[in-house]
Protein backbone atom coordinates (compact mmCIF):
# COMPACT_ATOMS: atom_id res chain seq x y z
CA UNK A 1 0.00 0.00 0.00
CA UNK A 2 1.27 3.03 -1.00
CA UNK A 3 1.77 6.21 1.65
CA UNK A 4 -0.66 8.52 0.08
CA UNK A 5 -3.32 5.60 0.20
CA UNK A 6 -2.35 4.90 3.70
CA UNK A 7 -2.93 8.66 5.00
CA UNK A 8 -5.76 9.04 3.41
CA UNK A 9 -7.89 5.81 5.47
CA UNK A 10 -6.26 7.09 8.61
CA UNK A 11 -9.44 8.57 10.48
CA UNK A 12 -12.20 7.48 8.24
CA UNK A 13 -14.85 4.71 8.70
CA UNK A 14 -13.16 1.53 7.24
CA UNK A 15 -16.28 0.79 4.84
CA UNK A 16 -17.35 4.03 3.54
CA UNK A 17 -14.37 5.95 4.09
CA UNK A 18 -16.19 8.35 6.27
CA UNK A 19 -14.30 11.29 8.12
CA UNK A 20 -13.86 10.18 11.85
CA UNK A 21 -15.14 13.57 12.74
CA UNK A 22 -18.27 13.14 11.13
CA UNK A 23 -19.48 10.82 13.75
CA UNK A 24 -18.70 12.88 16.46
CA UNK A 25 -21.53 14.92 15.61
CA UNK A 26 -23.46 11.83 14.41
CA UNK A 27 -22.86 8.86 17.08
CA UNK A 28 -25.80 6.70 16.05
CA UNK A 29 -23.93 6.94 12.16
CA UNK A 30 -21.52 4.07 13.91
CA UNK A 31 -23.98 1.67 14.50
CA UNK A 32 -25.59 1.57 10.99
CA UNK A 33 -22.36 2.01 9.24
CA UNK A 34 -21.28 -0.99 10.60
CA UNK A 35 -24.47 -2.95 10.42
CA UNK A 36 -25.77 -3.04 13.80
CA UNK A 37 -29.02 -2.14 15.03
CA UNK A 38 -29.60 0.04 17.90
CA UNK A 39 -32.63 0.61 20.11
CA UNK A 40 -32.21 3.82 22.40
CA UNK A 41 -29.37 2.36 24.88
CA UNK A 42 -25.49 4.57 25.39
CA UNK A 43 -24.21 0.92 23.93
CA UNK A 44 -24.00 0.90 20.39
CA UNK A 45 -22.48 -2.80 19.82
CA UNK A 46 -23.00 -4.51 23.08
CA UNK A 47 -26.79 -3.65 24.22
CA UNK A 48 -29.01 -4.25 26.71
CA UNK A 49 -30.77 -6.26 24.52
CA UNK A 50 -28.35 -8.34 23.12
CA UNK A 51 -27.03 -9.38 26.93
CA UNK A 52 -30.13 -9.85 28.22
CA UNK A 53 -30.97 -12.37 24.92
CA UNK A 54 -27.30 -14.11 25.91
CA UNK A 55 -29.17 -15.60 29.00
CA UNK A 56 -30.36 -18.69 29.56
CA UNK A 57 -34.42 -19.17 28.47
CA UNK A 58 -34.12 -16.33 27.04
CA UNK A 59 -35.91 -17.88 23.95
CA UNK A 60 -33.39 -16.24 21.16
CA UNK A 61 -30.06 -17.69 23.43
CA UNK A 62 -28.19 -19.09 20.26
CA UNK A 63 -28.56 -16.23 18.02
CA UNK A 64 -27.91 -14.05 20.36
CA UNK A 65 -24.43 -15.19 21.17
CA UNK A 66 -23.79 -15.26 17.09
CA UNK A 67 -24.68 -11.81 17.35
CA UNK A 68 -22.67 -11.03 20.10
CA UNK A 69 -19.84 -12.82 18.37
CA UNK A 70 -20.19 -10.94 15.05
CA UNK A 71 -20.58 -7.08 17.02
CA UNK A 72 -17.42 -8.19 18.54
CA UNK A 73 -15.11 -9.02 15.40
CA UNK A 74 -16.85 -5.33 14.05
CA UNK A 75 -16.46 -3.14 17.37
CA UNK A 76 -12.68 -4.92 17.01
CA UNK A 77 -12.51 -3.08 13.53
CA UNK A 78 -13.90 -0.04 14.72
CA UNK A 79 -11.88 0.51 17.55
CA UNK A 80 -8.78 -0.25 15.92
CA UNK A 81 -9.93 2.98 13.65
CA UNK A 82 -10.32 5.21 16.44
CA UNK A 83 -8.11 4.04 18.99
CA UNK A 84 -4.68 6.03 17.64
CA UNK A 85 -6.73 9.12 18.05
CA UNK A 86 -7.99 8.00 21.60
CA UNK A 87 -5.81 8.71 25.06
CA UNK A 88 -3.66 5.91 25.60
CA UNK A 89 -5.54 5.44 28.92
CA UNK A 90 -8.65 4.63 27.49
CA UNK A 91 -7.51 2.47 25.19
CA UNK A 92 -5.47 0.50 28.06
CA UNK A 93 -8.81 0.26 29.39
CA UNK A 94 -10.74 -1.47 26.44
CA UNK A 95 -7.82 -3.37 25.94
CA UNK A 96 -7.73 -4.88 28.78
CA UNK A 97 -11.39 -4.88 30.21
CA UNK A 98 -12.79 -5.21 33.68
CA UNK A 99 -15.43 -7.52 32.69
CA UNK A 100 -17.04 -8.96 36.16
CA UNK A 101 -15.00 -6.54 38.29
CA UNK A 102 -17.06 -4.88 41.29
CA UNK A 103 -17.56 -0.92 41.79
CA UNK A 104 -16.38 -0.32 45.26
CA UNK A 105 -16.82 2.80 45.57
CA UNK A 106 -18.05 6.22 43.76
CA UNK A 107 -17.55 9.26 43.63
CA UNK A 108 -18.13 12.67 41.51
CA UNK A 109 -17.03 16.08 42.34
CA UNK A 110 -15.76 19.20 40.52
CA UNK A 111 -15.86 17.43 37.48
CA UNK A 112 -13.37 14.14 38.56
CA UNK A 113 -15.49 10.93 38.62
CA UNK A 114 -13.49 8.17 40.76
CA UNK A 115 -14.63 4.43 40.98
CA UNK A 116 -12.78 2.07 42.36
CA UNK A 117 -13.58 -1.32 40.91
CA UNK A 118 -12.38 -5.15 42.97
CA UNK A 119 -11.21 -7.09 40.30
CA UNK A 120 -11.06 -10.07 42.16
CA UNK A 121 -12.94 -12.27 40.23
CA UNK A 122 -13.05 -10.00 37.46
CA UNK A 123 -12.39 -11.67 33.75
CA UNK A 124 -9.13 -9.07 33.24
CA UNK A 125 -5.97 -8.83 32.67
CA UNK A 126 -6.51 -6.36 36.39
CA UNK A 127 -7.38 -9.38 37.93
CA UNK A 128 -6.59 -9.25 42.00
CA UNK A 129 -6.01 -5.45 41.92
CA UNK A 130 -8.65 -2.76 42.79
CA UNK A 131 -8.47 -0.64 39.60
CA UNK A 132 -9.27 3.03 40.59
CA UNK A 133 -10.28 5.56 37.89
CA UNK A 134 -10.04 8.55 37.63
CA UNK A 135 -12.10 10.84 34.90
CA UNK A 136 -10.71 14.26 34.60
CA UNK A 137 -12.89 16.81 33.15
CA UNK A 138 -16.09 14.85 33.26
CA UNK A 139 -18.94 16.89 30.80
CA UNK A 140 -22.40 16.85 32.34
CA UNK A 141 -23.04 14.61 35.91
CA UNK A 142 -22.75 10.87 35.52
CA UNK A 143 -25.16 9.19 38.08
CA UNK A 144 -22.01 8.11 40.34
CA UNK A 145 -24.51 7.51 43.52
CA UNK A 146 -26.14 4.60 41.47
CA UNK A 147 -22.85 2.82 40.47
CA UNK A 148 -21.96 1.17 44.38
CA UNK A 149 -21.98 -2.23 44.14
CA UNK A 150 -22.85 -2.84 40.24
CA UNK A 151 -20.72 -5.19 38.15
CA UNK A 152 -18.94 -4.07 35.43
CA UNK A 153 -20.14 -5.87 32.07
CA UNK A 154 -19.16 -4.36 28.92
CA UNK A 155 -17.01 -1.05 27.78
CA UNK A 156 -17.19 0.50 24.61
CA UNK A 157 -15.21 4.17 23.46
CA UNK A 158 -16.06 6.10 21.45
CA UNK A 159 -14.82 10.01 19.70
CA UNK A 160 -17.05 12.45 21.16
CA UNK A 161 -17.72 16.14 19.86
CA UNK A 162 -17.79 17.71 23.27
CA UNK A 163 -14.37 15.85 24.72
CA UNK A 164 -11.75 14.00 23.89
CA UNK A 165 -13.39 10.70 24.62
CA UNK A 166 -16.72 9.33 25.19
CA UNK A 167 -16.55 5.63 27.24
CA UNK A 168 -19.82 3.51 27.53
CA UNK A 169 -19.91 1.33 29.89
CA UNK A 170 -22.85 -1.60 30.72
CA UNK A 171 -23.26 -2.01 34.54
CA UNK A 172 -25.51 -5.42 35.49
CA UNK A 173 -28.86 -2.75 36.25
CA UNK A 174 -27.25 0.52 34.58
CA UNK A 175 -25.73 1.76 31.58
CA UNK A 176 -23.62 4.68 32.07
CA UNK A 177 -21.91 7.00 29.36
CA UNK A 178 -18.46 8.99 30.20
CA UNK A 179 -17.73 11.75 28.43
CA UNK A 180 -14.40 13.11 29.76
CA UNK A 181 -11.16 15.15 29.18
CA UNK A 182 -8.43 12.10 30.78
CA UNK A 183 -7.82 8.92 32.36
CA UNK A 184 -5.91 8.12 35.08
CA UNK A 185 -5.59 4.24 35.82
CA UNK A 186 -4.12 3.05 39.02
CA UNK A 187 -3.97 -0.30 40.77
CA UNK A 188 -3.69 -1.37 44.54
CA UNK A 189 -4.04 -4.22 47.00
CA UNK A 190 -7.41 -6.15 47.03
CA UNK A 191 -5.95 -6.35 50.64
CA UNK A 192 -7.47 -2.59 51.22
CA UNK A 193 -10.71 -3.37 49.75
CA UNK A 194 -13.58 -1.94 51.26
CA UNK A 195 -17.23 -0.47 50.06
CA UNK A 196 -17.81 3.05 50.53
CA UNK A 197 -21.00 5.43 50.14
CA UNK A 198 -21.47 7.38 46.31
CA UNK A 199 -20.91 10.96 46.51
Given at each position: ?105 ASLKDH ?88
Open positions: MDVKRRRRGVGTCPRRRYPLSWFHLHPAAVAGEFGVRRLGTRMIFFTRELFDGTQPRSGWERRAMRETQRRGKIYAKYFDVIAPLLPPAVVRLCKTGLHDGVIQEELVLVVDTTNALSRFRGSLVTLTFRGVRGHPAASKLVGEWWLYEEAHLSSNAPFSLHVMFNKIDLEIEAEKLVIRLSSVGRRRTKRST
